[in-house]
């Protein structure tokens, strides 16, 4: 049970971290506003696919160690981690879409 709880709590805000590029609507991938069908592009798949792994690598290196080691001494730095390297693919990842971007239609 002492295990259950860190390996619960890193894994809920690793899954939050990893939907970021979808809680957005369909025409802004990483704060850029992008063709409609831009997602389903292979650059727009390229760019998400980046995302996930670098989030993915931390989230199972912090699994290892909380397993591994101290469990409670061990999810707060899996869990940095994770929305440390999150932070910086979301804004590498900005800077690359933002090539593809659109101006949005004027609001009336």
């Not at 809920?12 to 609507?25: G, W």
Request: aromatic share 8%; proline share 7%; no cysteine.
């Amino acid at each position: 049970m002492i295990l259950v709880i860190p390996l619960i709590s890193h894994l809920l805000i690793s899954l939050v971290v990893l939907s970021l590029p979808n809680l957005t609507r369909r025409e802004i991938l990483f704060g850029v506003i992008v063709p409609s069908g831009f997602r389903s592009s292979p650059d727009g798949r390229r760019a998400i696919r980046r995302f996930r792994l670098a989030v993915a690598i931390p989230i199972l290196a912090g699994l290892i160690a909380i397993t591994q080691r101290d469990a409670f001494s061990w999810v707060f730095t899996a869990t940095l981690a994770t929305i440390i390297a999150g932070s910086v693919a979301f804004v590498l990842l900005h800077r690359r879409v933002k090539a593809f971007a659109v101006q949005p239609p004027p609001v009336r």
